[in-house]
């Protein structure tokens, strides 16, 4: 399993920015992790991918920056379409959506991109979003986004049968989306693999299939083997999984839980809650200041069962109770991916992209404390993750 980090924790947006940011930081975090060489799960805004789509000497420029710094690129991130670090993100992270031709023109560029800088060998993973946030979405958009998945997986075989280099496009479910979950997914890509579907809505799992991450797994109170099994028992494979841990209460109504996970509350990005019901229902809010009651001037959420809040927590990080993070739905679901057909063959990229909206007591002072905390987290995940699986598979 390939591991990387993905540099959407970093705000540079042009050319110039991504390579001083290599050497700023990833340079430093492959040293400070202790690797020969080190994966960097690249965000390419849309702007710069389009700008090292058409330009060779920009990639060359790229290609060199990253062989100086001994850093490898098998994955991509293009989730985010641009501006990731603006005071206020939210819901605008999930546009365009796939019912826009701006959504297709972005990831066919990454794809192209990303075919030219893989080490020779290796096949290339992109994850992207799933859809839409859910609403608006009308039946014509879905039918549109059927047609750009059906475009991207002929674009993606044209694309390694003219470079001898596989690019797999990964649907990464999230909470609150058109597709919130790895069954939303799953129904949606296998219902249109079959032979019954005209080709111009026909999607190829040979090319396009699941992004798991581990954090959006944990906010939906998924089984992870159940969910692995679900995937492949679909004829899907999981392509990427973003390794990420969700924050937890066990005890949302205890002393001290409310005022402990209000510590998380920031403005940028948005921070889904579900609480396990008692009844096994999972209650759903869209953000952690509304699942506390104390915005929209809407009821919160009861605080009857267990949250879990789409806050990524870096892997290595152990919050203080009554809070706590959902390290072992990662590792179980990274169990069960490496256990499934092909799944070494997925890639493991540590997506921890909160880093800098962190409270004040874990947030890194200056960019030496980021490369100390990003390189703790790889070595977290090369130790619990890698080597832990390597060694039960020789038991």
């Not at 839409?132 to 002929?154: G, N, Q, V």
């Not at 044209?158 to 919130?180: Q, Y």
């Not at 809650?273 to 929209?296: F, H, K, N, Q, Y």
């Not at 499934?340 to 030496?368: F, M």
Request: proline share 7%; net charge negative.
């Amino acid at each position: 399993m390939l591991l990387s980090y993905c540099t959407n924790v970093h705000p540079a947006e042009d050319l110039d920015g991504v390579i001083e940011q290599l050497a700023r930081y990833s340079g430093p975090v492959r040293e400070a992790a202790g690797l020969d060489t080190l994966g960097v799960g690249l965000w390419l805004p849309a702007e710069l991918a389009h700008r090292l789509d058409r330009s060779a000497p920009d990639r060359d420029r790229l290609r060199a920056a990253l062989a100086e710094h001994r850093l490898q690129v098998h994955t991509l991130n293009a989730f985010p379409y641009g501006g990731f670090h603006r005071e206020v993100v939210k819901l605008a992270v999930y546009s365009p959506t796939w019912a826009e031709r701006a959504r297709l023109d972005y990831v066919l560029a990454c794809a192209r991109v990303l075919a030219d800088l893989l080490p020779d060998g290796v096949p290339g993973s992109i994850s992207t979003l799933p859809l839409a946030w859910r609403a608006p979405w009308t039946r014509a958009d879905d039918d549109e986004a059927t047609k750009a998945f059906a475009t991207l997986s002929a674009e993606l075989r044209s694309l390694a049968e003219r470079t001898g280099r596989t690019v797999r496009v990964a649907v990464e479910p999230e909470p609150g989306c058109v597709l919130d979950t790895v069954e939303d997914v799953v129904s949606w890509l296998a219902a249109r693999t079959g032979p019954e579907w005209p080709e111009d809505r026909r999607i190829d799992p040979k090319y396009v299939g699941v992004c798991l991450d581990t954090c959006h797994l944990a906010v939906s109170f998924a089984d992870p083997g159940g969910a692995v099994r679900r995937i492949t028992d679909a004829g899907l494979r999981v392509v990427k999984v973003q390794a990420s841990a969700a924050l937890e209460v066990a005890e949302p109504a205890a002393p001290g839980a409310r005022d402990a996970v209000g510590r998380f509350v920031e403005q940028r990005y948005l921070h889904q809650v579900r609480e396990l019901a008692a009844t096994g229902d999972v209650l759903a809010s869209d953000d952690l200041p509304v699942a506390l009651g104390i915005a929209d001037r809407r009821p919160g959420l009861p605080g009857d069962g267990p949250w879990r809040v789409h806050f990524h927590v870096p892997l290595h990080h152990e919050p203080a109770a009554p809070l706590a993070a959902t390290t072992e739905v990662l590792r179980d679901a990274v169990a069960a991916v490496r256990a499934a057909p092909h799944g070494d063959e997925a890639h493991l990229d540590v997506e921890t992209y909160t880093w800098s909206v962190l409270p004040p007591d874990v947030l890194p002072d200056g960019a030496d404390e980021l490369v100390t905390g990003i390189a703790a987290e790889l070595r977290w995940a090369r130790e619990h993750l890698i080597a832990a699986a390597t060694e039960g598979s020789h038991a």
